[in-house]
C-alpha cells in the first residue's frame, strides 16, 4: 500500500494541503517550524483508521491540540491503488468514508486466517519529534 495524495485542512498550524507524492519516494524539506512534522503526524494520524479496522486493536486518535480553532480537521489519504478514505474531528459526521479501506483490510485478515497466498501487510514506524527530543529537566530526572 502506497499513498498518492495526502490531503490536510485545519491540522495543527496547516490551514490547507494537497500534497501529491511520488510512488517512489518523497522528500519533506524545509526550515523548522515549518509543518514538516505536522504533515508526517496527519499522515500517521490517518493510517491509524487501519488498526481501527482490526478487532483489539488501537488506532491513533487526533488530539484537541491537533485541532486549529473551531473548524472541521479534515485529513485525506489515497493510495497509487486508488483506495481512498479521510479522519476528520467536526463538521458532518457518520459518512462511510472508511468502507473501501475496510474491504481491503478484511480481505487481508480473510487472507491470513485461510493461509491463501502471499501477504502483503502495511507497515508504518513514526515517532514524532516529542519522542525523539526531552527536555532538560526531564533527562535530569532520567525519563
Given at each position: 500500500m502506497?499513498?498518492?495524495r495526502v490531503e490536510i485542512e485545519n491540522y495543527r498550524?496547516?490551514?490547507?494541503l494537497d500534497l501529491p507524492?511520488?510512488?517512489?519516494?518523497?522528500v519533506l524539506h524545509g526550515d523548522n517550524g515549518h509543518g514538516k512534522t505536522s504533515v508526517?503526524?496527519?499522515?500517521?494520524?490517518?493510517?491509524?483508521?487501519?488498526?481501527g479496522q482490526l478487532t483489539d486493536v488501537s488506532s491513533v486518535r487526533f488530539l484537541k491540540s491537533d485541532r486549529r480553532g473551531s473548524?472541521?480537521?479534515r485529513v485525506g489519504l489515497t493510495t497509487v491503488d486508488g483506495i481512498a478514505w479521510e479522519r476528520r474531528v467536526g463538521g458532518p459526521q457518520k459518512r462511510n468514508v472508511l468502507?473501501?479501506?475496510k474491504e481491503v483490510v478484511e480481505a487481508i485478515v480473510k487472507?491470513?486466517?485461510?493461509?491463501?497466498g502471499p501477504l502483503h501487510l502495511p507497515i508504518v514506524a513514526f515517532y514524532d519529534t516529542d519522542r525523539a527530543v526531552f527536555d532538560p529537566p526531564q533527562r535530569r530526572r532520567g525519563f
Amino acid at each position: 500500500m502506497k499513498l498518492a495524495r495526502v490531503e490536510i485542512e485545519n491540522y495543527r498550524a496547516i490551514e490547507k494541503l494537497d500534497l501529491p507524492l511520488n510512488p517512489r519516494l518523497t522528500v519533506l524539506h524545509g526550515d523548522n517550524g515549518h509543518g514538516k512534522t505536522s504533515v508526517l503526524s496527519a499522515i500517521a494520524t490517518g493510517l491509524g483508521s487501519i488498526p481501527g479496522q482490526l478487532t483489539d486493536v488501537s488506532s491513533v486518535r487526533f488530539l484537541k491540540s491537533d485541532r486549529r480553532g473551531s473548524r472541521q480537521l479534515r485529513v485525506g489519504l489515497t493510495t497509487v491503488d486508488g483506495i481512498a478514505w479521510e479522519r476528520r474531528v467536526g463538521g458532518p459526521q457518520k459518512r462511510n468514508v472508511l468502507r473501501e479501506l475496510k474491504e481491503v483490510v478484511e480481505a487481508i485478515v480473510k487472507a491470513d486466517r485461510e493461509g491463501t497466498g502471499p501477504l502483503h501487510l502495511p507497515i508504518v514506524a513514526f515517532y514524532d519529534t516529542d519522542r525523539a527530543v526531552f527536555d532538560p529537566p526531564q533527562r535530569r530526572r532520567g525519563f
